[in-house]
C-alpha cells in the first residue's frame, strides 16, 4: 500500500512540475527565449513561491503597468487622439463655425502633424471639447461604437487588433500569479474604462488615468455627474507616482512602461525593499511595429534608456525578444 | 447505501440551514431585532443568493460608508481634529510664536469651540500645518503612535475603542457575503490609511479621503513623494459621488452615512437599477453616545432625514436598534 501510494505521489509531483513548467513556457510562447523573459519568469517565481527567500504576499503583489505603447500601438497617434479627432470632425459637420479654429480644422482632417503643432494647450482644447457634454454612460458607449469600427489608419487594423499579443500574455501570467494589476495612462478615465475590463480584462477599479473635473448635479430629480470643460487630473510623468500612492497605497513590486513618461513610476517602484522589477518597452522594430525613442514628439525614450543600466531596468527590445508582437502576425 | 446517504444527506442539509441562521444572527448580535436589522439582513441575503431575483454577482457588491460617526463617534471632536490639535501643541511648544495666532491658540489649550469659531479657513489651516513636513511613512507611524494612547476627552476611552460595534458587524457580514466595502470619508488619505486595515479590516486601496496636493521628487537620488501644503480634494458632500464613481467606477448597491455630508453619496448610489440600499446613522442616545442630529454644527443630520421617508432610506436608532454601541459597554 505504501509504495504504491508513494508511485502514485511522485507520478503526481512529476506531472504537477511538468505542467507547471509547459503552463509557464505556453502563458509566455510570443516571448523569445533570452533574458527578457527569463528576467520575467524568474521574478514572478520568487515572488510567488512560499519557499523563496523574495516571496511576496499576494496583497503586496501589485503590478502597475502603462496603456499607450506599452499594451496597445501608439502609432501613427493614440486611439484616444484618433477619437477626439473623429468626434471634433463629426463637431466640424454639425457647426462648419468650429472649422475656422486651427486645432478643430487639423483634427477634422485627420492631420496629425498640424495637430501636435497646437501645442499641448491646443491637444487640451480638443481633448475636452470631444470629452464632455454628455453623462458618463452615454459617453462609453460612444467610446465603445466607434472602437467597433475605428482602424489604425496605416495597418488598417481594428484599434483593439493593436494590442501586443507578449503584453497579454504577461497580463494573463501575472494574474494567474495573484498579482493585482493597475493600468496606469495619461489616457482619460472615461476613455480607458470603456473597454479596459473586456479587452485587458482589468476591471474598473484599477484604472489610474487623466480626469476632467466632474460635479454631481441632482438634475430633473435625477443625481448626475457630469464632466466640466476643465482638468482635473494629468496623469503624467511625476504624477503617476503621486496617483499610485493616492489610489493603491502600497508600492508596486512592478512597474512596467514605454517612455521617459513612465520613470518617476519606475523610480517610485525600484525604490521600495525586497525583490522589485522595472521594465521599458522598447520599440525597435520598424517591420512588425514601428521603431521610435529618442526623437519622437509625443512618446519619447530617452532618459529612460540612459537611467535604465544603473537601475536594472530590464529593457525589452520588441524586435529581438519578441516573437509575435500582434496575434494577427 | 442510498438510504444511509440520504439520511446523511438530510441531516447535512439541515445542519447547514441551522448553521447559516445562526451565523446571520450572531454576526449582527449587538443589533436589535426590529425593522433596521431585518432590512439589513434580508437586503445582504436577497442579493447574494444566486436563486433571488435581485441576486447581484460579487464584482458588483459594492457598499460605502462613511467613518466619522459612521464607524467610530466624532464628539465632541473628530479623531483627526484632536489629533491635529496634539500636533499642533507639540509645536507652539517648540515655537511659541505660532501660539499668536489664534488657531494655534486655540487647538494648543484644547479650545474646541474656539476652534470652529474660525471657520472652514482655519481649520484647514490648522489640518494643513500639523500634516505636512513628513515623508508619508514616517507621518503615518506619527498617527499610530498618537493612536496607540490618545484617548476621547470625555469617555476618557482609546479612540480604537470608540468604533461601533454593530457597524463592526455589519462590516464583516457584507465581507463574509463579498461585498467590496470602500471607507468613504471627509478625513485625510495619510490620517485614515495608518490605521484603517489593522482597525476595520479595509485596506489602504479602499479609502477615498480628502487629499493634501503631493508631488513626487527625486531628493538626494531618493524619489519621494511630499505633500505640499495647499488642498488637492476636499471628500465632503457632491464630491464623495464624484470620487466613487473616479476610484471604483461601478455604481455601490449599499451607501451608510450619518450627516448631510453623505446625502450626495446615497443619493447617486440609490439611482441606480436594481435592489440597493442606503442608510443614516442616527444619533439619538445620549447616555452611550451622544444625541445630536439637526442643530450640530460640524455634522448635522437634517436635510438627510427629510428625505429619507420618500427616498426609502434606512434611518438607523442608534438608541432603539443597537443592543450595544461599544464593545467595552
Redesign the interface.
Known amino acids: 500500500m505504501m509504495s504504491l501510494f508513494s508511485t502514485w505521489a511522485r507520478l503526481l509531483i512529476i506531472s504537477a512540475a511538468f505542467t507547471f513548467n509547459c503552463a509557464v513556457a505556453d502563458e509566455l510562447a510570443s516571448w523569445q527565449p533570452g533574458e527578457a523573459k527569463q528576467r520575467l519568469i524568474s521574478f514572478v517565481q520568487q515572488v510567488s513561491d512560499a519557499n523563496s527567500a523574495h516571496f511576496v504576499a499576494p496583497?503586496e503583489r501589485i503590478a502597475v503597468v502603462d496603456n499607450n505603447g506599452t499594451l496597445w500601438a501608439e502609432q501613427p497617434a493614440s486611439p484616444q487622439l484618433l477619437f477626439a479627432m473623429a468626434q471634433a470632425k463629426n463637431m466640424v459637420k454639425a457647426n462648419p463655425q468650429l472649422g475656422k479654429q486651427a486645432v478643430f480644422s487639423a483634427a477634422a482632417d485627420g492631420d496629425i502633424e498640424t495637430l501636435r503643432q497646437q501645442g499641448i494647450e491646443g491637444l487640451l482644447q480638443l481633448f475636452i471639447a470631444t470629452h464632455v457634454g454628455l453623462p458618463?454612460s452615454q459617453f462609453e458607449d460612444r467610446v465603445n461604437d466607434w472602437l467597433a469600427e475605428a482602424k489604425n489608419p496605416e495597418t488598417n487594423r481594428l484599434h483593439t487588433q493593436m494590442v501586443y499579443l507578449p503584453m497579454m500574455e504577461l497580463v494573463r501570467y501575472l494574474q494567474a500569479n495573484d498579482f493585482d494589476i493597475w493600468l496606469v495612462t495619461s489616457g482619460s478615465?472615461g476613455f480607458v474604462?470603456a473597454w479596459s475590463e473586456q479587452l485587458y480584462g482589468i476591471?474598473?477599479?484599477r484604472?489610474i488615468a487623466s480626469?476632467l473635473k466632474?460635479?454631481?448635479?441632482?438634475l430633473n430629480g435625477?443625481?448626475s455627474?457630469i464632466h466640466m470643460p476643465e482638468v482635473g487630473f494629468i496623469n503624467t510623468?511625476?504624477?503617476k507616482?503621486?496617483a499610485i500612492?493616492?489610489?493603491?497605497?502600497?508600492r508596486p513590486i512592478l512597474a512596467i512602461g514605454n517612455s521617459d513618461d513612465d520613470i518617476?513610476m519606475l523610480?517610485?517602484t525600484?525604490?521600495g525593499d525586497g525583490k522589485r522589477l522595472a521594465a521599458l518597452i522598447h520599440h525597435t522594430d520598424g517591420e512588425r511595429e514601428w521603431a521610435y525613442d529618442k526623437t519622437e514628439s509625443a512618446s519619447n525614450l530617452d532618459k529612460g534608456l540612459e537611467l535604465a543600466p544603473a537601475n536594472d531596468w530590464l529593457v525589452v527590445d520588441m524586435k529581438k525578444d519578441w516573437r509575435r508582437v500582434f496575434d494577427w502576425q
Chains 1, 2 share one sequence.
Do not use: K, Y
Request: hydrophobic share 35%.
Open positions: 496583497s458618463i478615465l474604462r476591471p474598473p477599479d484604472i480626469e466632474t460635479e454631481f448635479r441632482v435625477r443625481p455627474l510623468g511625476g504624477n507616482a503621486v500612492n493616492e489610489r493603491i497605497g502600497r518617476a523610480q517610485w525600484s525604490a
